[in-house]
């Protein structure tokens, strides 16, 4: 998706992927920030732990609490901090300065892919480390009615809980399973990446048939048990690949300075992930 964009804006870059262990988070991005390298992208599990590591904060990493992009910028002989592609040699000084895409694309996905109407939903989301965290205050934002919130560390959704209590008091969020209807079920939880996953509802007192609609942030594979398990019980499904676009298309204009082309980056990210016939 990345280098399809990449090529289309006609610039000499690569988009790459590196498997970096938490441990050694600060260590990636400070090398990559040695080399000169133009930005990255962080997914689980760095997006929290790259807030106390980057050298900035942008307004969207702040107000989302994760970073999953980082632009690395150079400082010009006039003191201003500009992004490195906008220099022909390599500035003395440069820094990480971090950004959040996620929100917007999970707003975006699921109005689009879902033709949801998020302003007074009700949503229960499973999973609230960085994804899950950044859309329980995105759907906050959006002035959800009634937010429930479940996490397998609770600790993780209480602490939620309390941010937005503190940030939105009128939005109704509660730690635990809603007994009726929901308009919207999200996972944001890990569980149906791998093969023989449980399902993130396994064990709970939550049925599908509760659900309106379900989305599984998850888009490999592109029917997780969970989407399959929704289509039987009649929900309308999406998965992640909606958000994946966005937050990628996005990421790809902060460090370009150009608008993505989103539709050559989504017929390269769904032939990738569903093959030739369905792109």
């Not at 999973?127 to 609770?154: K, M, P, W």
């Amino acid at each position: 998706m990345q280098n399809a964009g990449i090529a289309r804006l006609g610039l000499n870059w690569r988009y790459l992927a590196f498997e970096v262990h938490p441990d050694d988070l600060r260590t990636a991005i400070e090398g990559a920030q040695a080399m000169r390298f133009v930005g990255l992208n962080l997914t689980v599990p760095h997006k929290l732990l790259a807030m106390d590591i980057v050298d900035e904060l942008d307004e969207s990493a702040k107000t989302w609490g994760a970073v999953n992009t980082v632009r690395f910028e150079g400082r010009d002989d006039c003191g201003a901090w500009r992004p490195l592609r906008e220099f022909e040699t390599a500035p003395h000084e440069t820094r990480s300065h971090g950004f959040n895409t996620d929100a917007d694309g999970i707003a975006r996905s699921l109005r689009e892919d879902l033709e949801l109407e998020l302003k007074r939903a009700k949503v229960l989301l499973l999973g609230t480390g960085g994804a899950g965290q950044v859309a329980a205050l995105r759907l906050a934002v959006e002035n959800v009615a009634e937010l429930f919130l479940y996490d397998y560390v609770s600790a993780k959704a209480k602490a939620v809980a309390r941010e937005i209590r503190k940030r939105h008091p009128r939005v109704k969020v509660v730690v635990g399973f809603p007994k009726g209807q929901v308009d919207l079920l999200l996972n944001a939880t890990p569980l149906g990446l791998k093969t023989g996953d449980a399902s993130p509802l396994e064990g709970t007192p939550f049925a599908l048939s509760q659900a309106r609609a379900v989305y599984d942030m998850i888009y490999r594979p592109a029917e997780t048990p969970l989407l399959k398990a929704a289509k039987a019980a009649g929900c309308r499904a999406a998965n992640g690949l909606g958000m994946l676009l966005y937050q990628g298309a996005k990421a790809l204009e902060i460090w370009s300075g150009n608008p993505a082309p989103v539709e050559v980056m989504r017929q390269a990210l769904a032939k990738n992930v569903y093959g030739e016939k369905q792109s």
